[in-house]
């Protein structure tokens, strides 16, 4: 199983109680989204998923840097040292 | 002064102290700035003898402490009857909202002044932005007039005007090799990084605060009423959200009637994805990842505000339309020969969508339409060129001049 290194943003880590930067093992996103939930609680999952079980529209994740809404959503395939983003959708103003 | 009592999600509408909080860490979505709006005496009388800048409305900016307010004049740019354009496509009451006039030459200088100063009440000791180009000058500016360091991130492609224009101000700009979406991102990322206020990124909530100034403006320019129509061009979403919030907050004080604006949203195709999902009739965005436009400003392929621009195109019965490059120069061309105003590209959008929505009848020719300019045109020169005419050369002969002019 690939291991990667996930980046949160600074103020959902700290209200989670949980380090800014972990180390996860999954296949893919999806897999990883529900792995972030085992080792941070489940209202991770929740937050990082829509109602309907897609991702977050308010979500962005990045994989090496490419927005995983051009590679396959959550079935954006991983592999070992991949480094993953999650930053609120922000973008222009 | 301001008055803010807190800020709240746009979604689930969970409530927060206003401090250093950019989004809500419950479900990701943006946060508002609310205020204590029942302590808010605006009346007419009470500006006329007012700043004549975004500063006169200071009791709905989120400042706390006046004495961080950093100004170099922006805002209360002339709201202009468009007289000749309107005569041009048939329309009695189209009204243009110059904000290529403000001191780095576009509507940028509003949430600039309003995220700088915040930065400074907050603090900090630098600032930064990701930008298209015109928050990248007007960032520049004002944290030079606040004395703040700044980090200004661009993508590969931005008009070179526009980079020489931020450049002269000293901060320290950082181009990435990448679209706009990719600058956003590594800024993103540096605001977490580091203490820099972003103001587009980690000081947005508060930054967007200085854009509703344009609907505040815009009703106060005619009498405190409001317009049937506002055409506003559309990269990320914000300033059209920000001008409909900027409206709704005059109803909720008191100072104007409920407010019917219809508005349109304006994109050039190459980065239309807004355009293209309302057209869909979808809810979401399918962001773009190659953006292709004239208007560079607007090339923003992942609009953080895209779904709250649909739902209020939906909620007010407006329109969304795309135009191409051609039409951009046209509008361009047509807005400076009528009314003598020379917009960059966004500012082409936003005339070309209004051609197309008068050609297709979506217009009433009493409508009182207003078009928001938001950038000058010398600010996009380079782009502009190829599509001139090239100048009529001759001899420095009055003969040769009067088979030009005597004919």
Known sequence: ?93 | MGTISHLECRECHRQYPAERLYFCPSCFAPLDVKYRYDGVRWTRSLFQNAPRSLWRYLDLLPIEDESKVVDIGAGFTPLIKATRLGQELGLRNLYIKNDTVNPTFSFKDRPAAVGVSKALEFGLKAVGCASTGNLAAATAAYAARAGLRCYIFIPREVEPEKIAHAQIYSPTIIQVNGSYDAANRLAAQAAEAYDVGVVNINLRTYYVEGSKTLGFEIAEQLGWQTPDHIVAPVGSGALLHAVSKGLEELEQIGLIGSSRVKFTAAQGEGCAPIVEAFRRGSDTVEPVEHPKTLAKSLAIGEPGDGIYVLRKLRECGGYAEQVSDPEIVEGIRLLAKTEGIFSEPAGGVVIGALKRLVEAGKVDSDETIVCLITGSGLKATDSLIPYLPRPLTTEPELGQVAQIIGR
Do not use: H, W
Not at chain 1, 5 to 11: E, G, H, I, K, W
Not at chain 1, 17 to 31: D, F, H, T, W, Y
């Open chain 1, 1 to 93: 199983m690939p291991e990667v290194t996930v980046t949160l943003p600074a103020s959902l880590a700290s209200a989670l109680g949980v380090s800014r930067e972990l180390k996860i093992e999954a296949q893919n996103l999806r897999e990883l989204i529900r792995a972030l939930g085992e080792r941070c609680g489940t209202t991770l999952t929740q937050r990082l998923l829509s109602r309907e079980g897609g991702l977050n529209p308010f979500v962005n994740i990045y994989v090496n840097g490419r927005n995983v809404r051009f590679t396959g959503g959550l079935e954006t395939p991983l592999k070992e040292g991949d480094e993953i983003l999650i930053i609120p959708a922000i973008a222009g103003g």
